[in-house]
C-alpha cells in the first residue's frame, strides 16, 4: 500500500468503527423484540468476542497484519453485517424451550458464532493498522473511537425513522464504502456491487428479513387467539410499540369475582412485543361499571381525592378510574412517551382523548422533584395486562427509599399513596415493596408505620394504601367495606381481625398477615428480613435492583421451591454469572491459541509480554467506568437506552479526541493520563450521587449539555493510555501488539457483567472507585515497565 493509500486508513477506521457500534445497538433492539430485554445482554459479549478473536488471528496468522489486507476487512465487515443478522434471525433459536429442546443449545452457539462475524472484521481492521503501524496508533485510535461514537448517537437517529431490522442493510454501506475508497480496482468494483444490493434490499425487504419474534412473547400469544387481529406497529428510537384486538387483552387486573358482566371493549398495546396493557373503550359510561371492583378503586373510596397524580398508567385505565371517582384534577406522567403518544394519536377517540388532559412524559418521580406542586393522591402502578416478573438484573428507580420519599414529601398532609401490583409466588415483589415504603416513611419521621396503612389482596394483585397522617376510624371501616364487599382480603389496616385476612383467597402455606406484621414490627423487621428465603430487603438509588430477590446462600432452597426450575435463576438474573463463566471459557481459549499453535515461539516470551497486565487493566477500568456511568445517568436521563446512547457518544467521542490530541501534542502521550483518568473516575464516584438529583429537574436537551460537560473530560483522558501502550509494544516488541488487543478485549467483555454484579453487592459508586484503581494498576504497570526496559537499554529508543 503506498503512502496516499495509508493516509485513507484512519477514514477507513472511523467508517468501520462506527458501522460496528451502530450495529452493536441495533443488535440489542432486535434482541429486545424478538427474545427478550435480558437477552440483549449477550449482544455486548458477542460484540467484544469478536474484537477478541482478532487478536488471536493476527497472533496466530501474521501474514494478516498487512496493512494492505485493511480494506479487504473492511469489504468482510459490510458483508457479514447483514448477512449475519439474516441468517441468525432465520435460526429457530427461542432460549424459552431450553428445559426440553436441547437443540436450542446448538442454535444459541449457532447465533453467536453468526453474530460475532463482524466484529471480528471489524477488529481486523483497526488491529491489523495498530500492528503495521504502531507509530500513528493515537491517531488509528482516536478513529476508531469517534467512529464508535458517532455510530452509538447515529443509530438513535436510525432508529427514530426505521425499524432496527432495515437500519441494518444500510450500516452495512459504511464499511463497503470504505472498502472502495481504500482497496485495487477488484474489490472496489465488489464493493459498488454491495452497496448496490444493500440499497435494494433496503428498499424491498425480502421475507425473510423483519424480525422473528418469539411465540411465547406476549404479542406473538395473543394474536394466536381467534379473532385477533394485529392493527399497527410503531417504530421508535428505544421502543416498537404494536396495537391489537384480542381476547388476550381483556385487562381489569385483581376484578372482583363478584362481578359477572362482560367487559368494554379493549384494544391492547405490546412494547416491544410484550410489556402489555390495554386502552379501554370510555364511550359507554354503564360499561365502565366493572371499574367499582377494581383494588385500585380502594383510595378513591377512602377519600375523595381532589387533585391526584397518576404515574405509568400506560393504558389508562387508572385515570378512568380517577375520572370516575371524580377527581377534579387529574394528572398523568408516563414513563413511555412512546405509548402516551400512540395512544393519544391512534386511540384518542377510542380512549376518550386519555392524554388530552394535563400529561406528561418522563419519570414521575424526577417530574416531581422539579416541582412544588402537592397532590391528595398519588397513584403508581406495577400492572400490565400478564403478571409476568422483571428481568432480575434490570435497574428500577421508580420503586426506591428516595423514590417513596420523594412521593411522599409531595403528598398534601392528609395525602395518600396508592401503588398496586401482580402476585407472583413465592412472595418477593409485595415484600419488598413494603419494606421500601416502611424505610421511606422511617426517613420521613414516621416512627410507627403501621397506624399509615393499608393492604388488601384480590385473587392476583395486592394494592397498598399509605396515608401520611395515621388513618383514622371511619377510613378504616372505608378500607374494611370496600374489601369485604368485593370479595378482597384485607390483609392489614390498623386494628384488622386475623379471620378478616383469608377469608375470600386461601393458598396453602401464605400467611401475608404474619409476614406483614413482622415487617411493620422494628424489633422482628431486621430478624425477618435477614431469614427469609429471598432478599428482600429494602432497595436504594445506588442498588436500584427492585426486582433481584436471589440470596446466593439459599440457591439450594429456592431451588426446590420453584420445582426445580433451574430456567427461573435465569430470569431473575443469574444469567450473568452464567454470562461470566461463558465469557471465561471463551475468553481463555482465545488467549491459549497462540500459545497452544506455537508454543515455542520466542515471540512468546518477548519484552513486550509484561506489559499485556497494563492492557488488561485498561480493559477493566473503561468498561467499569462505562457501564456505572451508564447506570447512574439512567434515573437523570430518565430511560436507560437514552443513557445509554448519551454515556456512549460523550465517552467514545471524548476517548477519541482525547487519543488524537495524543497523536498531535506529544506532551500528552503519557502515564500521567492514567493518573487523570483515575482521579475524574473517583471524584464522579463522589460527586455524582450529589450532582445527578440537581440535574434531574432541568428539560433533556439541558441534562444531555450537561451530562456532556461532564463526561467529555474523563473521556478524554481515558483515550490517552491505550495509544501509548500500543506505541511503546511498537517500539519494543512488535509481536505482542496482538495479543495486547485480544487480552483487552477479552477484559472488555468480562467487566460488565463483574461490574454489574459488584453493583448488586456494592452500588454503582464503589463501581466507579473501582474502574479508577484498575487505572491506577495501570499506572503501575507502565512504570515498573519503563523503569525495566531503562535498565535494559531498550527503553532508550522511547
Known sequence: MNRSSEAKIPPVILLSSCAALAYEVALTRIFSISLSYHYAFMIIGIAMLGYAASGTALALFPHLMEIGRVGRYALLLGVTIPASYLLANSLPLDPVRLSWDRLQLIYLGLSYLLLAFPFFFAGLVVATAFTAASSRSALFYGADLVGAGLGSLGII?????????????????????????????????????????????????????????????????????????????????????????????RFAPGLSLRYQEPLPPQVGIAVDADDSSAVTAAADRQALAFLDYLPSALPYVVKKPDRALLLDPRGGLQLLVARRYGAARIVTV??????????????????????????????????????????????????????????????????????????????????????????????????????????????????????????????GTISVLVKKTPLTGPEVAKVREFARERWFDALYYPGVAPEETARFVKMAGEDYAAVIACLLDPGRRERFLADYLFDVAPVRDDRPFFHYYLRLSHLAEIYRAMGGKWQFFLEEGLILPALLLQVLALGALLLLAPVLAAPGSKSLHGPGRPLLSYFAFLGIGYLFVETALIQKFILPLENPSAAMAAILGALLVGSGCGSLMAHSFSRMASGASLLAAAFLASVSGILLPVVLPAIATLALPVKVVIVTLLVVPLGVSMGIPFPVGIRALGEIDPSAIPWAWVTNGYLSVLAPPLAVMLAMATGFSSILLAGALAYLLAYVCLTRMVRRLKRSGIGDRS
Not at 456491487?193 to 424480525?211: E, G, H, K, N, W
Not at 415504603?437 to 393499608?454: F, M, N, Q, S, V
Open 334 to 459: 408516563e414513563s413511555r412517551p412512546e405509548v402516551a403518544r400512540v395512544i393519544r394519536h391512534d386511540l384518542r377517540k377510542f380512549s376518550g382523548d386519555l392524554y388530552g388532559g394535563e400529561s406528561w412524559t418522563g419519570l414521575g418521580r424526577s417530574w416531581l422533584a422539579g416541582r412544588q406542586d402537592s397532590f391528595d393522591l398519588i397513584d403508581v402502578s406495577l400492572l400490565g395486562t400478564e403478571p409476568a416478573g422483571s428481568f432480575g438484573i434490570a435497574e428500577d428507580y421508580r420503586f426506591t427509599v428516595e423514590a417513596f420519599g420523594e412521593y411522599l414529601g409531595h403528598l398534601r398532609p392528609d395525602g395518600m399513596l396508592s401503588v398496586n401490583l401482580y402476585i407472583i409466588p413465592p412472595p418477593r415483589a409485595e415484600l419488598r415493596l413494603l419494606a421500601t415504603i416502611t424505610a421511606a416513611l422511617g426517613e420521613a419521621g414516621i416512627a410507627d408505620p403501621g397506624r399509615h396503612l393499608a393492604v388488601i389482596r384480590s385473587w
Open 157 to 249: 437517529l436510525f432508529m427514530s425513522v426505521l425499524p432496527p431490522e432495515r437500519t441494518v442493510f444500510l450500516l452495512a454501506t459504511l464499511p463497503l464504502a470504505a472498502a472502495w475508497l481504500v482497496s485495487a480496482r477488484p474489490f472496489r468494483t465488489a464493493a459498488i456491487a454491495l452497496i448496490l444490493l444493500d440499497l435494494l434490499l433496503f428498499v424491498r425487504q425480502p421475507v425473510f428479513a423483519p424480525i422473528r419474534i418469539s411465540p411465547y412473547k406476549g404479542l406473538a400469544s395473543a394474536l394466536l387467539f381467534p379473532g385477533a387481529r394485529h392493527l399497527a406497529t410503531h417504530t421508535f428510537p428505544f421502543a416498537r410499540v404494536d396495537t391489537f384486538t384480542s381476547p388476550a387483552a
